[in-house]
């Protein structure tokens, strides 16, 4: 475990829970330089996550995207990580708390167990058991790189101690170990408890816990897995075989009435359902035929929409809208049948499969009420922990914080902003950082190679199946054996556990290794990661390749295993012989600018800038138009009843008259130059648009999006048909007229899940519930008609859903093939729709017409910034973010963050906690004095240059001069690491470091050297 | 600066046919400057003669070295310790260097590959116009600093032809008439009388019509 | 040359083209094996000596994937590819090779899928071109000795 090395600050924050969200919120508060103290009941940290096979919607394998994050831990100073521990009590106050912790015995000192598994091995009941669908030997390693690292006994089952003692060659067996009690000075509190799933067995008609081949979509996903218990093969429990036909039943447990339901939607279960479905087409066949059982499809976030589509369209997933009442099943074939209705069809129809998955949601469980109990936080009506309206991290007791599942169901990104949020809220409730340096990691001193002859070892990852599964890794690491200077050729797993890094540590400092070969992921996502392994084994951090054998070879070549073995031979073949032109380079570092850029000045940019200023951070806040505000401008109410307008009102006066906040107005981007850490930005201001350069170390897009207004159902020629936000105001400003109306029609999904904006804008759905609830708490009479495709109201908007309902509020179903139509006669506007209960078409003569036409990309506007800031964005034009799943705020330019509805449409209350995680996401990297600028920069070599100034000429930045000297010199600081130099110098007298010449002509002579 | 131009492939591949094994010199002077005959193009030469005699099935060993200046015999002399081991020696240099080379290694055929075009300035990136005849008797001096023999189609020296054409010259929309820079210069500098000397017949023996041309500084010389 | 597999090189920028190629893993987005990338900070840095020394080293097809016009991470690296690219196109030329073998190509980070369908289509039409005018020799003469 970590000891805190850093004493400059007493106080620590105190994270709960050691999931994705817990362990996020202590790396950010760690990187800012907080003292972090997370703990985890459990033995192991890592949460619900580590279990599931892959997470839309890139399907990605899940334990590749966390393990990078979970060793993160190990390494941060500031982080002191306790698991097998929980809370006991909560005294003081906000800034100035005392946690009473209790650590149970783990009876195995974790500083000298090495996980060699030979305890448990020879005392298989002495391990606690991890239950659920796995059969094979229990094992307390809840996956295979488990953070911390050791076993744990369960000391009841022991029966002999000296002989369990005695089998540890370590000496690590502790029998005296005892519950220890200790006490924490925390600042703040950030609880991340998550939650537990619905367990089926509640339910008597879907066989839940009952019919072997009835599993939740948890156990579908640990079939799945790799590490699951059929090895990653996709069988049936009850014979092993392959099913041929698998259903999912959506909502199970959740968005219901019956015992043992909750009425909540849980948030994430239509897509986890597309993604197993679409996962078991491409992973293990096209013919198994996916059918999905749903009432809505809540595709919701960002790019969901064409997630679902590519489910539907290109992977056939088959599509019933129905809530079967029940499962049954053939007790000798154990094949199971379903009996449902279609819309279109009045007959019952009958149908068998060979695998039901039940989708279940998210469940609070009894020791959350506990816990909660003991914090003195206060939870909602669902026993899900009760947030301030406009801060959804923020709970009942001042300093105590929450994020993800604990706060309401959820998905992973969302988690992540949450996490990053609560991280932020927290670090504001301790002491401002001192100005002092961290000591760097302790690294081992840098082996001097030089005249030393090549030594290079070959580490490949099987990834589990993902690199495994496709070719036969030993096969390439006996083949790259021979190559000339390979020393050491070997498979390592899952090369970025930390046993996998401790076995490639030993190995380099075994053979006295000094190049490495990593055969596994992308170099984007893992190069770090093996560079600070190179460095604790005393090499320099430039002497490793990262071979891409998975992201660019065994995923796109599933179906081809002999072509993709061939293919990874080669590709390591040219990381081997690249890798021996490898040079150990140094880094460059600048002093890091302190000071921020937010662009916009909408709700999501003033909250930024705000907990920005108040950690001191002096900050640009930059907006186009003349008054602060944004789009919230134009919205008066939120669902949950709050007023908009004085909200905003309040934030404009607190950014104005903050010290530290520098408003420009009328201001709008021109030019963008520098690296992370060293931004700087030319701004033409006020009314005269006056020149301004803004030197700044990071940067956030809270630049919004805007309010869609298509040309659909007669939008825009009726004074009674209009938007959502048309209505919204109305309804605020002359309730009279609400009440002369006798029948109002909503139209969901205008202009959203089409050709021409194919996704879901998100918001609209819970306003028409606003909206439509508003009007009859002013007017009960006025009938209301919500014509809908899929009722999105996620989480607990469903509560709003049920409410509308109750009221009588009328929801008609229409497909996107068969809209409704808007009509005007002599003034009077009817809507058609086909009623698909009824089986024709109806016509509703309406006083009003509210469209939901909910929000498109500001394209002009992030075009213009994409051009300057070089940064990606989606199809649809809005910015995307560096990772989708576990970096929803950072760009993939270091020091941008975006926030709000730029990122994708949301809710205030969601663009808030997004701004609260972008300001955190800020302070992690401004909490650092200096920057790195790698080593990859352009070098000259003096006696080879004919001063001929092409690189003067030709260099993007304008960087190199001629010296006094007579030839070119290029300042590394400033030094962007192009290579455009390089590659235009006439006289050759131009290297870019890491990338020389000579190694990406070695890198040719690997692939081609079999042919020349 | 000298500049030139790499020649055709085909005619380099015609000179180097009958031998095996060549020598390719580049010059780290003016001809790296234009991009014709620098450690880059040195490579990039080498590089499509290996294609060319793959394509053919066969190979040819090649050896390239860049010469800080081809036309002084020190620089020259680096080539010696490979003499004996090439058949023929590949010249990247301008004229003046490929005869460098072949007077001081003469049991070796030594072959230009680039064609030597003129002496000239940059005037962007990758574009290079001629400036200077060498006529020996410099007269920018009187005619505004821009120089009727380089850059007048006809040389003339008394003003422009009748093909002058708002300022350009009748052989192309891109070329400048020499004259009509030389006025607007003087015009600018206040200096318009200066057009209106007639001058006399050019003498040329000084740019060479007396014979290839030297010069001796007796107080360097050893 | 009927099994006729093409050897191609596809030269990509760290910031578009790679990122792509790994976002078309993550998609799953299948593409011939035939293309083994070469990752570059950025295609401006890629010399025309590397694509030269590519069809010597025996590739039949090289290319060189970057950014879109305009939105380079070093503003204009590709579109200097671009024009390095033309210059050797010229070279090939000169020495009888079909042009087509070399190609730039632009894309941004997310795009995946185009990724995955220009490496298809380059190796379709390096496919059509036939093995590299070097191999074309070897395999002549091979048969010749072997008739």
């Known amino acids: 475990m970590q000891k805190l090395k850093d004493i400059q600050q007493d106080k620590s924050v105190l994270v709960i829970g050691g999931g994705v969200g817990g362990i996020r919120a202590a790396l950010d508060l760690a990187e800012s330089r907080r003292n972090v103290v997370l703990i985890d009941k459990s033995y192991a940290i890592g949460g619900l996550m580590t279990q599931l096979d892959r997470t839309f919607p890139t399907n990605n394998c899940d334990l590749c995207t966390v393990s990078p994050h979970l060793s993160e831990n190990t390494r941060q100073i500031h982080l002191e990580l306790s698991p097998m521990t929980q809370l006991e009590s909560l005294t003081g106050e906000a800034g100035d708390f005392k946690a009473t912790l209790v650590t149970e015995p783990r009876y195995i000192d974790m500083d000298k167990c090495t996980a060699c598994g030979e305890c448990y091995k020879q005392f298989p009941e002495a391990v606690r058991f991890t239950p659920g669908l796995d059969p094979r ?37 502790l029998p005296e170990d005892t519950q220890k009690r200790t006490t924490v000075d925390a600042g703040a509190v950030v609880l991340s408890i998550g939650a537990e799933l619905f367990d089926p067995a509640a339910l008597d008609n879907y066989g839940g816990g009952r019919f072997d081949n009835v599993v939740t979509g948890l156990e579908y996903e640990r079939i799945m897995s790799a590490s699951g218990p059929f090895q990653g093969d996709l069988v049936r429990v009850s014979d092993k075989k392959r099913p041929k036909k698998v259903a999912w039943i959506q909502c199970v447990g959740s968005r219901g009435i019956n015992r043992a339901d909750v009425p909540y939607c849980s948030g994430v279960c239509c897509m986890y359902a597309l993604k197993e479905a679409m996962v078991t087409k491409e992973r293990f066949a096209e013919s198994i035929e996916t059918t999905i059982f749903f009432m809505d499809m809540r595709t919701y976030g960002k790019d969901y929409e064409q997630y679902f589509n590519r489910a539907k369209d290109d992977y056939g997933v088959r599509m019933i809208r129905c809530r079967p009442h029940s499962i049954v099943q053939d007790d000798e074939t154990r094949d199971l049948s379903i009996t449902y209705t279609t819309e279109d069809e009045a007959r019952h129809k009958t149908e068998e499969f060979d695998m039901v998955v039940l989708s279940t949601g998210f469940r609070v469980p009894e020791s959350t009420r506990d816990l909660a109990g003991r914090l003195g936080i206060e939870l909602n009506t669902h026993n899900f922990a009760e947030t301030d309206h406009f801060n959804s991290v923020k709970t009942s007791r001042p300093g105590v914080y929450v994020c993800g599942v604990a706060e309401s169901p959820k998905d992973i990104p969302e988690t992540m902003v949450q996490a990053s949020a609560a991280a932020s809220m927290a670090a504001a409730d301790l002491p401002a950082v001192m100005d002092v340096l961290d ?4 690294f081992p001193p840098e082996r001097d190679i030089t005249g030393e002859a090549a030594r290079i070892g070959v580490f490949v990852c099987d990834c589990g199946l993902e690199i495994g599964g496709v070719v036969d890794v030993d096969k390439i690491v006996a083949s790259v054996a021979t190559c000339a200077d390979v020393v050491v050729s070997q498979t390592v797993g899952y090369g970025c556990s930390s046993d996998s890094m401790r076995v490639i540590e030993a190995a380099i400092k075994t053979h006295h290794l000094n190049r490495v070969v990593i055969g596994g992921c992308s170099p984007r996502t893992h190069e770090t990661k093996f560079q600070d392994l190179m460095r604790r084994a005393g090499l320099n951090k430039y002497l ?27 590709l ?14 140094v880094d460059h570092t600048l002093p890091m600018n302190q000071n921020a850029l937010v662009v916009g000045g909408g709700v999501t940019g003033m909250t930024a800038a705000l907990q920005l200023a108040g950690q001191g951070v002096k900050v640009y806040l930059v907006e186009r138009n003349a008054e602060l505000g944004g789009m919230a401008t134009s919205i008066r109410r939120t669902i949950e009843g709050d007023d908009v307008r004085s909200f905003i009102t309040q934030l404009v006066k607190d950014v104005t008259k903050h010290k530290n906040i520098q408003v420009l107005t009328r201001s709008i981007i021109v030019d963008h130059s520098g690296v992370p850490g060293l931004f700087k930005t030319g701004i033409q201001t006020g009314l005269r648009m006056n020149y301004m350069q803004l030197a700044h170390g990071v940067t956030i897009f809270a630049t919004g999006a805007v309010a869609n207004r298509p040309d659909v159902y007669g939008l825009g020629t009726h004074d009674n048909i209009t938007t959502q936000l048309e209505l919204d105001a109305l309804i605020e400003d002359d309730p009279e007229k609400i009440k002369a109306m006798n029948q109002v029609v909503m139209i969901q999904c205008a ?28 007017s009960p009479d006025t009938q209301i008609f919500i014509l809908y495709r899929d009722i999105r109201t996620y989480g607990f908007y469903e509560d709003y859903y049920k409410q509308a309902r109750d009221l009588d509020v009328k929801f008609v179903r229409f497909s996107v093939d068969n809209k409704p139509e808007v ?26 017409v509210a469209l939901s036409t909910g929000m498109v990309a500001d394209d002009e506007t992030t075009e213009d910034l994409a051009m300057m800031f070089h940064l990606p964005r989606t199809t649809d034009n809005y910015f995307l973010e560096d990772h989708v799943k576990l970096r929803p705020v950072d760009m993939s330019v270091r020091g941008i963050f975006i926030a709000g509805t730029t990122h994708s449409p949301k809710t205030i209350r969601e663009s808030i906690t997004q ?9 992690t990297l401004l909490a650092k004095k200096e920057i790195n600028l790698g080593a990859a920069i352009a070098k000259v070599d003096g006696t080879k240059c004919a001063a001929c100034l092409v690189c003067v000429r030709a260099c993007p930045f304008g960087i190199p001069f001629i010296n006094e000297d007579g030839y070119s010199q290029i300042d590394p600081a400033q030094c962007q690491g192009c290579g455009i ?20 002509l070695a890198k040719l002579d690997g692939l081609f050297g079999g042919l020349n | 600066m000298i500049t030139a131009e790499q020649k055709p492939l085909k005619e380099i591949i015609e000179y180097i046919s009958p031998y095996n094994r060549i020598l390719l010199v580049g010059c780290n002077e003016c001809v790296t400057v234009c991009a014709a005959g620098g450690r880059k193009e040195v490579g990039l030469l080498a590089s499509a003669l290996h294609l060319n005699c793959l394509k053919q099935g066969k190979t040819i060993e090649i050896k390239e070295l860049t010469l800080e200046r081809q036309c002084d015999p020190e620089y020259v002399e680096e080539l010696v310790s490979e003499i004996g081991r090439v058949d023929a020696i590949v010249s990247m240099a301008c004229g003046c260097g490929v005869q460098s080379v072949a007077a001081r290694y003469k049991e070796t055929p030594v072959f230009p590959a680039v064609n030597t075009k003129f002496m000239g300035a940059s005037v962007a990136q990758g574009i290079w116009e001629e400036r200077c005849k060498g006529c020996g008797d410099c007269m920018l001096g009187i005619t505004g600093g821009i120089c009727p023999v380089a850059r007048c189609s006809k040389h003339l020296l008394n003003g422009p032809c009748g093909g002058t054409s708002y300022g350009m010259c009748e052989i192309s929309p891109d070329v400048e008439c020499a004259w009509c820079l030389i006025w607007e210069r003087l015009k600018a500098l206040g200096m318009e009388k200066r057009y209106e000397e007639i001058m006399e017949a050019k003498d040329w023996r000084p740019a060479g019509g007396g014979g290839p041309r030297k010069i001796i500084r007796e107080d360097l010389s050893l | 040359m009927e099994n006729f597999e093409p050897e191609i090189v596809a030269f990509c920028c760290h910031y578009c083209a790679y990122t792509a190629a790994d976002m078309a893993g993550s998609k799953r987005i299948s593409y011939p094996p035939n293309v083994k990338i070469i990752r570059v900070p950025c295609t401006g840095k890629v010399d025309a000596i590397h694509m030269m020394k590519a069809f010597e080293k025996g590739a039949d097809g090289v290319y060189v994937a970057g950014c879109l016009e305009g939105d380079c991470h070093f503003k204009n690296g590709n579109t200097r590819a671009g024009y390095r690219v033309a210059y050797v196109q010229k070279i090939l030329e000169e020495l009888g090779w079909e042009k087509d073998r070399l190609a730039m190509i632009t894309m941004s980070a997310g795009m995946g899928e185009r990724f995955a369908r220009t490496a298809r289509e380059f190796t379709e039409k390096i496919k059509e071109l036939g093995p590299s005018p070097i191999k074309q020799f070897n395999t002549d003469t091979h048969q010749q000795a072997a008739g």
């Open chain 1, 137 to 173: 030997a229990p094992t307390c390693m809840r996956y295979p790189h488990a953070t911390p690292y050791a076993f744990s006994i369960d000391m009841e089952k022991v029966s002999d101690i000296a002989a369990l003692q005695k089998v540890c060659k370590a000496d690590a067996i």
């Open chain 1, 439 to 442: 000591t760097e990691e302790d």
């Open chain 1, 544 to 570: 490793v390749e990262i071979v891409n054998l998975r992201d660019q070879n065994t995923w796109v070549h599933i179906g081809q295993p002999e072509a993709a073995l061939d293919k990874a031979y080669k």
């Open chain 1, 572 to 585: 390591l073949q040219i990381g081997i012989s690249g890798v021996r032109k490898n040079r150990s380079l």
């Open chain 1, 751 to 778: 202009g959203s899940r089409e050709a021409d904006n194919p996704n879901c804008s998100r918001v609209c759905c819970q306003a028409a519930m606003k909206n439509a609830l508003r009007i009859k708490a002013i």
């Open chain 1, 823 to 848: 009509w005007i006669e002599n003034d009077q506007v009817s809507v058609f729709v086909d009623d698909v209960i009824l089986g024709r078409k109806i016509q509703i003569e309406t006083d009003y």
């Open chain 1, 915 to 923: 701004a609260y995680a972008a300001a955190g996401r800020a302070q």
């Open chain 1, 981 to 1000: 130099c390089a590659a235009d110098c006439p006289a050759k007298a131009i290297q870019l470091l890491a990338f020389e010449d000579d190694q990406i």
